[in-house]
């Protein structure tokens, strides 16, 4: 079973970063046991590698927002208190997972969670994340080092949306992003990370 680790919005991004970095060498020598980290972060923009400038972030959105340039995959990604955050650290060819077969993994079992909350999601073609109808609901971008997979999934439970104003979210308009609180108003953060943990450690 996965170690779980939580974290919640009073903690930095890089902070919760800097831990990520170091637990994935620590992994990949088996100093320590696959990890999930898990929670949310403080008002964030997150920039990945195939984003070369920051075209998809607004100019005034350093004033609100703390910007940070990564290497994983896709464009700008925000990340906001009631968003839940999970990065699982995994040897992937111990598991015989490829990055793609991994990535494909996780978008189902948001799906699997987004259904126990009453709401059918689903993926939309040439896209990765998951949607409900033509809304993106989650965000998915990971990236592999000494092949353990790290940074991971970023699901929109009951976050405000409006900070999305601040990019174009992975190219998209902002107005495409949803939340869970939408279509369950009585949706609790606690209670759906704590179905995201269930349904990671039962998967992996």
């Excluded at 598991?95 to 993994?105: D, E, F, G, I, N």
């Excluded at 809304?135 to 000494?146: D, L, N, R, T």
């Excluded at 308009?173 to 606690?190: E, G, R």
Aim: some cysteine; overall charge neutral; aromatic content about 8%.
């Amino acid at each position: 079973m996965l170690d779980v680790v939580c974290f919640d919005s009073t903690q930095s991004y890089l902070d919760i970063y800097d831990c990520m970095s170091v637990w994935v060498s620590e992994i990949a020598q088996e100093l320590r046991p696959e990890t999930l980290l898990i929670g949310e972060h403080p008002l964030t923009i997150t920039l990945g590698r195939s984003l070369k400038a920051p075209s998809q972030v607004l100019p005034h959105a350093a004033a609100h927002a703390q910007i940070v340039q990564l290497e994983r995959g896709g464009g700008a990604t925000l990340h906001n208190p009631g968003q839940v955050v999970g990065y699982p650290l995994l040897r992937l060819k111990k598991r015989q997972l490829s990055p793609v077969s991994y990535l494909r993994m996780i978008e189902r079992l948001l799906i699997d969670t987004l259904e126990t909350e009453g709401v059918s999601a689903g993926l939309q073609a040439g896209q990765t994340g998951v949607f409900v109808d033509s809304y993106k609901i989650a965000s998915i971008g990971v990236a592999v080092k000494q092949d353990v997979s790290y940074h991971g999934f970023a699901l929109n439970v009951c976050n405000h949306l409006n900070d999305f104003n601040f990019i174009n979210p992975c190219g998209m308009d902002a107005s495409l992003m949803t939340h869970l609180k939408k279509y369950n108003p009585t949706c609790d953060f606690i209670d759906v990370r704590n179905k995201i943990i269930n349904k990671i450690q039962t998967c992996f």
